[in-house]
């Protein structure tokens, strides 16, 4: 919670700073609130995790942030991703994969 507020004063400051909107306008008002309604829903689930699974595969998990980032880019913001971003991304998350199995 510190950190999200840290965050959102801190950004509030430099949109100020630089004349620049510091709210989402109604045109993206539901994809800003699915947005953050997940990433509570993923620090709840890394929070769970911790607590209460393997430190190790949890680690490996939330480590996929990046290409979960990268892919939410190419969708929404219709970002064209190279074949070799496209290669890393299969490459980890095969790796995920067969950590997974084992």
Do not use: C, H, K
């Amino acid at each position: 919670m510190a950190q999200r507020l840290a965050a959102f004063l801190a950004l509030g400051v430099i949109a100020t700073a630089r004349g620049i909107p510091r709210f989402v306008d109604r045109s993206n008002l539901t994809l800003g609130l699915l947005g953050g309604v997940l990433t509570g829903a993923g620090v709840a689930a890394f929070v769970y995790g911790a607590q209460r699974g393997s430190l190790s595969e949890l680690t490996v998990t939330a480590s996929m942030f990046p290409a979960v980032t990268v892919v939410l880019v190419a969708v929404v913001d219709r970002v064209r991703l190279w074949w070799w971003q496209m290669a890393g991304i299969v490459a980890v998350i095969s790796g995920v994969v067969l950590i997974g199995i084992g």
